[in-house]
C-alpha cells in the first residue's frame, strides 16, 4: 500500500526540448508527480532532445540499470570546425577546409570509431576530477586530461552529406548520422575524434536522443503533453520492469524466500543483465541477477 501523499511508482518517458537541462526536467516531474523522489537514468545535455526516462518513487531504483542499456541517436556532425564543449554551444577554436574529405575518406575515419572502442570523454563534461566536475575546472581555465574509457559503437551511419560554408567563406561539412551505442558513450566526442582523423576539426550541431533501451521518442511525451496527461502517462513499475529485463514468474514459496534476501536457484535464462521477478499474481518483486546458478537480488520491490 502506498502511503499518502506520495507520487506515482512508475516511469515517465519525457520528450525532452533542447534548451533546458535534464535537472529542469526532473523538477517540472517533481511538481506534477508531487513528490521529491523523481530522478532520471543518462542526462542529455541542454542542447539535445529527445527520450529521457524518468522514474518516480520505487521506479527510481530502476534506473541504475536502465542507464546501462542501449541508446540510439540521431545527430549532426559539422566537419571542419572545432569548438571547446565538441558542440554546438561552445566557442569555435579552429576552422579548416574540408574541400578535399572525400566520402571514403569519412567512411574510413567512421570505422575506425566503430565497435569496441577506446573514448576520450569531452572535457566539458560532468565528469568529476577529485570532486570537481570536468566542465568546472575547465570554465575556471585548468587544463584537463580524461583518462579513456571503453565503449561500444554499434551502429555509426550516414544518411546524408552537405556542403556548408563558415561564416568567413571556408568550406564544411554537415553530416547526418545515426549511432546505436552503450552507455557512457559521447556523440559529441565522436564527431571530436572524426574531425580529428580527418584533419579538419568537428563537432555536433544536432542531437536528438531516440531510444533508450526499450523506450523510444514514439511513446514519448512532451513537457507540455504532460501538464494535463500525467496521472496515464506514468508507465506502471511492473510494466516498465517487464519492458526492459528479462522475465521470470516465480511460484510462491520462491517468492516469499527471494523477498527474504535468500538465494535460490537461477532461472538459467543465461543473460548477463538484470532480470524481472514476478509472482503468481504478477507483482513485481524485484531484480536479480544469476551468478553460479543461483540467483541473487539486487534490489527488491516490496
Known amino acids: 500500500m502506498k502511503r499518502k501523499g506520495t507520487g506515482p511508482d512508475g516511469l515517465v518517458i519525457v520528450d525532452k526540448p533542447a534548451g533546458i537541462t535534464s535537472h529542469t526536467v526532473v523538477s517540472r516531474i517533481r511538481r506534477l508527480a508531487g513528490t521529491r523522489k523523481v530522478g532520471h537514468a543518462g542526462t542529455l545535455d541542454p542542447m539535445a532532445t529527445g527520450v529521457l526516462v524518468i522514474g518516480c518513487e520505487r521506479a527510481t531504483r530502476l534506473l541504475g540499470h536502465l542507464a546501462l542499456t542501449t541508446k540510439t541517436y540521431q545527430a549532426t556532425i559539422r566537419l571542419g570546425q572545432a569548438t571547446v564543449t565538441d558542440d554546438a554551444e561552445g566557442e569555435v577554436t579552429a576552422t579548416a577546409s574540408t ?31 577529485d570532486g570537481k566536475r570536468s566542465y568546472t575546472r575547465v570554465r575556471d581555465g585548468e587544463e584537463v586530461e580524461l583518462a579513456a574509457r571503453p565503449v561500444t559503437v554499434s551502429r555509426f551511419e550516414v544518411h546524408e552529406r552537405r556542403e556548408a560554408l563558415a561564416e568567413d567563406g571556408t568550406p564544411l561539412i554537415d553530416l547526418d548520422v545515426t549511432v546505436e551505442c552503450t552507455s557512457g558513450t559521447y556523440i559529441r566526442a565522436l564527431a571530436r575524434d572524426l574531425g580529428e582523423s580527418l584533419g579538419v576539426g568537428g563537432h555536433l550541431t544536432a542531437l536528438r536522443r531516440t531510444r533508450v533501451g526499450p523506450y523510444t521518442v514514439a511513446g514519448s511525451h512532451t513537457l507540455e503533453e504532460l501538464e494535463t496527461t500525467f496521472a496515464a502517462s506514468v ?37 548477463d543483465e538484470p532480470i524481472a521477478v514476478f509472482d503468481p499474481d504478477g507483482r ?17 520491490f516490496v
Do not use: M, Y
Not at 520492469?241 to 532461472?267: H, K
Not at 551468478?291 to 534490489?299: D, I, N, Q
Open 99 to 129: 574541400a578535399g574529405v572525400t566520402p571514403e575518406a569519412v567512411a574510413a575515419g567512421i570505422a575506425a570509431l566503430s565497435g569496441d572502442i577506446q573514448q576520450t570523454p569531452s572535457k566539458v563534461s560532468a565528469i568529476k576530477i
Open 235 to 271: 508507465l506502471p513499475i511492473a510494466t516498465a520492469a517487464a519492458a526492459a529485463f528479462p522475465r521470470w514468474d516465480v511460484d510462491a514459496e520462491q517468492a516469499r524466500l527471494l523477498v527474504n534476501g535468500v538465494r535460490i536457484d537461477a532461472p538459467g535464462l543465461g543473460v
Open 284 to 300: 513485481f518483486l524485484a531484480l536479480i541477477e544469476e551468478r553460479g546458478g543461483r540467483a541473487r537480488s539486487l534490489a527488491v
